[in-house]
């Protein structure tokens, strides 16, 4: 062998055995990072937790709808919800949940938005979840494809978490104000705005995010500005810009043309199926919205078309099917246009066991 020949393989061993530590290091820095820095605050990784720790029989699954009513959780009750839940997720949530446990009462979520373009999977796109805690959070699909953003922000920014969207304060502000301002003038609030994209907001479900939180700001800001001792009028810049976000929510959220023909309408049925026949007293629930939400959705068929499908679901599994789309108007049960803050949480949790389950269900 000849000097030159052995020098060859030598550096090459040598410079493989750099790439090699450069990966092995890269990988083992990653998986630090996603333990520290994103497990503490990200959806899944904190529902992943409770679907393995928790034993508790009667749950709520959803997503952020669900999540945000905290009153769920209680001794004899658990709350399973998390943002950016797809009915593809939900359903595998509850099969791993209940895979030897067997279930009691059971809240399922069964809002419109679930089967907006945005929440339906692309047929054969979606990869399953795992939820061990021992597994590599790099080798996980959940993590992998955002590892860059999650390296991105850490290092530009040095943390991971979100402030909360300052759309949640443009909308209790002015909505508060609007609804001052008809109660002053004894007349409806303005009606809406053409449709428009606000540029400022994004769909439920954008990762990476931070579970959704209620905003105290925007509830005291809501409180205040309803307020009746105010007569300050809504500014058009501002009433705009709320017109154009209101807009953007509710076309965001409205279900597909064809949702009845999706694969997510036979999983869903699939699911309530599987929970009566494991035993389980089901319920589906409809969450609320605020009225400026509502008002708009209403006059779009696919809402009703939808809550129609619900209702057929539950009459085929003799369930019930509890709608609190319109329970409250107003907007301190609110912490933004369609997800309940601590005080309406605290309300609508007693109030959904009880219309589910009866007062004896209803902790």
Known sequence: MSSSTFSSKHWLFLFLSIVAAVVVTFAVASEWMLRVYVAPHDNFEQIASRLVSSS?????FGDSHVYSVRDYNAGDFINLGT??????KM????????????????II?????????????????YVPETYSNIRLRILDPTHRGFMSQYWLRLLTTGKLTEQPPSYDQLWAHVGG????QAKTDDAPAPAPAAAATSPGASPAGARPAAPTQAADGATKAAATAADPASRQKVDQES???????????????TPAANFRERDEARIYRDLIAFLVSRGAKVCLVNYPVDRFYRERADRIPG???????YQEVARANGIPYVSFWDRFDDLSMFQNTDHVNEKGSAILA??????????????
């Not at 009433?239 to 959220?253: G, K, R, S």
Request: hydrophobic share 35%; net charge positive.
């Open 109 to 125: 979520q069964a809002d419109p938005h679930s089967f907006a373009e945005y929440r339906l999977e692309a047929q054969g796109s």
């Open 177 to 180: 104000m609007l609804i001052n």
């Open 56 to 60: 508790q029989p009667n749950a709520a």
């Open 91 to 106: 359903n595998d949530r509850v099969r791993f949940y209940y895979r030897s446990l067997k279930p009691g009462q059971v």
């Open 303 to 309: 809402f009703a078309e939808t809550r129609k499908f």
């Open 239 to 253: 009433l705009a810009a709320f017109n154009a976000l209101m807009e953007f929510e509710v076309t965001t959220h």
């Open 350 to 363: 007693g109030e959904a066991r009880e219309k589910c389950f009866g007062k004896a269900g209803s902790g």
């Open 83 to 88: 943002g950016a839940t797809t009915i593809r």
